[in-house]
């Protein structure tokens, strides 16, 4: 039943539309140094205020999808990845290029995210509906510890300080508690600005912290920009069957690891592409081919980046807790088209739910025919001087904040938001970390205080749920683990600066 009204919703070509061009967008966007996935989503809300839900969701989507791919095709032209999450790829894409081979590692990076998406779709289709089973039994408890466990894995956008990046996360929290009071009413550092009694507007915010944040860095930078030149002519044989047939398994392993990495929240695909890429060379029997030009490498590397996405799906639509910092814009997205996630969304809105399943899977095949066929065309706009982008990029910013609310404020907020996150990224403060922080707090401290009135303020009630305790102790182990992987993926970035 859901099927058949999901793909009533699908063939629309409205929607089909909007989808090429989500993934256009996002693979042209992430192909470019400078400009970033959040960047690219927080711009791209206001286009979809006159958007259906299911049209809106698939068009950021494509974007986040087509963005996250992007970073790695100018990693493997010209050694300079557009997104943090290409740098991997780079390792062994880059020399394949210095080779004469970019076309065969192009070709490939195509074909093993196209593996890893697949992968981590089942784990999204799979998965979700599972989980959304258990969370019908949560209760605020449950929820308080989610959002615990949420802010325990900071450690994986942490950056390269772990001390700054619980700094940023508590002042995202004391951000979120702008506004009312959850439970009385009363209205907390508002300074007597009806326009903050309702807190911050997390699409502002966002807007400012990525967009904003991210021209004002690169107009402090300009003097030290590359004068380098994208290579646009792919040259060398392409990529053959048998080596395809050769990279299968660990395409196959990073797909997994990939998935497993984005199910849990606050990692990502940098941490994923990374881990991928470590156990191909853990696991080769020629490991010392690595880093010189090894298709394997780049199999490993794309495979485990494009692993995260779907499965980052996994908390945000059965808990409401995003897995990395685009499903966290996409969740801001969601609660602006009235969307409410959670277990009950697979309830009340099944068509929803398996449209954008299917959509997805559309969506990452969009990714590969974009990515295979205009690999040398889309590498063409990293020679776009990058003035005239920002120029547009400003104006987007002003005209999408104040058609938020149709107020100014909402651009002073933006505005403010925008410095705040050029000061961080100034001093090294990484900026996912507060994005956390503004989207968990309110779970947090809402789901807490209704706790602890269900229970008479009795804290023993409170801590007497033994689902809890499992939340809160997965808590600890996934603190610990994120510690690990994020120490692990530091010395690995620290090895290839220095290489």
């Not at 894409?93 to 490939?108: E, H, I, N, V, W």
């Not at 690999?375 to 990058?386: E, W």
């Not at 939340?471 to 994120?482: E, R």
Request: aromatic share 10%; with cysteine.
């Amino acid at each position: 039943m859901h099927i058949q009204a999901a793909f009533d919703l699908l063939f629309d070509p409205m929607l089909l539309l909007f989808m090429c061009i989500g993934v256009l967008a996002g693979i042209l966007i992430g192909a470019l140094p400078g400009l970033s996935d959040p960047m690219a989503l927080g711009l791209a809300i206001p286009f979809t205020f006159t958007m259906e839900p299911l049209q809106a969701l698939l068009f950021l989507l494509g974007i986040h999808f087509g963005a996250v791919y992007g970073g790695s095709i100018t990693a493997i032209l010209i050694n300079t990845p557009g997104t943090p999450a290409g740098a991997a790829a780079a390792l062994d894409g880059y020399p394949l290029t210095l080779r004469g081979q970019s076309r065969k590692a192009l070709q490939m990076s195509a074909f093993s995210a196209f593996v890893g998406a697949l992968i981590s779709i089942v784990a999204l289709v799979l998965f979700s509906p599972l989980l959304a089973k258990v969370a019908l039994r949560f209760g605020p408890p449950e929820y308080f510890a989610l959002g615990i466990f949420g802010i325990s894995v900071v450690a994986g956008v942490a950056g390269k300080s772990l001390s700054k990046a619980l700094i940023a996360a508590s002042v995202g929290i004391f951000i979120s508690t702008l506004g009312a009071d959850p439970q009385n009413g009363i209205e907390r550092f508002t300074f007597g600005s009806a326009y903050l009694s309702d807190g911050i507007d997390l699409i502002a915010a966002l807007i400012g912290l990525f967009a904003v944040s991210g021209i004002l860095h690169q107009f402090y930078m300009r003097h030290r920009a590359s004068g380098a030149a994208a290579a646009t002519q792919l040259s060398g044989q392409g990529l053959t069957w048998k080596e395809i047939r050769g990279s299968l398994k660990t395409m196959f392993k990073g797909g997994a690891i990939g998935s497993f990495i984005g199910a849990l929240p606050g990692t990502g695909a940098v941490i994923a592409s990374f881990l991928s890429y470590n156990e191909a060379v853990r696991a080769s029997k020629k490991p010392e081919k690595y880093g010189k030009g090894e298709l394997d490498g780049v199999a490993a590397a794309e495979s485990g980046a494009i692993g995260t996405e779907s499965a980052a799906m996994i908390p945000l639509l059965t808990f409401g807790i995003p897995g990395d910092v685009g499903t966290a814009i996409i969740l801001g997205a969601m609660i602006l088209h009235g969307i409410q996630v959670g277990p009950m969304l697979f309830e009340r809105s099944g068509d929803i739910v398996s449209g954008l399943f299917i959509g997805i899977l559309f969506l990452e095949i969009l990714v590969l025919l974009v990515s295979w066929y205009g690999s040398r065309l889309i590498a063409k706009v990293a020679n776009i001087p990058t003035h005239y982008l920002f120029s547009v990029i400003t104006v987007l910013v002003v005209c999408g904040t104040f058609a938020l609310t149709n107020n100014v404020f909402n651009v002073w907020v933006a505005l403010i938001f925008g410095v705040l996150g050029f000061v961080m990224l100034r001093f090294s403060y990484p900026i996912p970390p507060l994005l956390l922080g503004l989207i968990l707090g309110p779970i947090i401290e809402k789901n807490f205080l209704l706790s602890m009135a269900s229970s008479g303020g009795h804290v023993t009630e409170f801590l007497a749920r033994p689902m809890m305790l499992a939340i809160l102790a997965l808590a600890l182990v996934s603190m610990f683990f994120s510690i690990k992987i994020h120490r692990d993926v530091q010395s690995r970035l620290d090895k290839q600066k220095q290489a």
